[in-house]
């Protein structure tokens, strides 16, 4: 099914492991290029292997705890180092807050 949106830019939060994972993987599948993001570096890097295989669509990894404001500020930096012109058209989100 094409919608329309290859060569879109998305960001999906949590997206190492179950629903972030899913949405990035229908995301690559269509062609959009994705910022992959999780506070584990090695679910992260595991899941960035597995998705990498989609090349028709470009994936970035982003390792940042959204709970914190520097994880904010950290995935904030790396959609502005990508490209001058990275407009985000679209954000998942699918973080679990930390019960405090």
Not at 55 to 73: F, H, S, Y
Request: proline share 0%.
């Amino acid at each position: 099914m094409d919608l329309g949106i290859k060569g879109k830019k998305a960001i999906v939060c949590a997206s190492s492991k179950g629903l972030g994972r899913a949405c990035a993987e229908a995301l690559l599948k269509e062609g959009v290029n994705v910022i992959i993001n999780s506070r584990n570096k090695s679910n992260l890097e595991k899941t960035f292997q597995e998705l990498n295989k989609f090349a028709d669509a470009k994936i970035t990894m982003v390792q940042a705890d959204l709970n914190t404001d520097e994880g904010k500020i950290s995935l904030i930096n790396c959609t502005s180092c990508i490209k001058r012109k990275y407009v985000v058209t679209r954000v998942v989100v699918a973080a679990k807050r930390n019960a405090k």
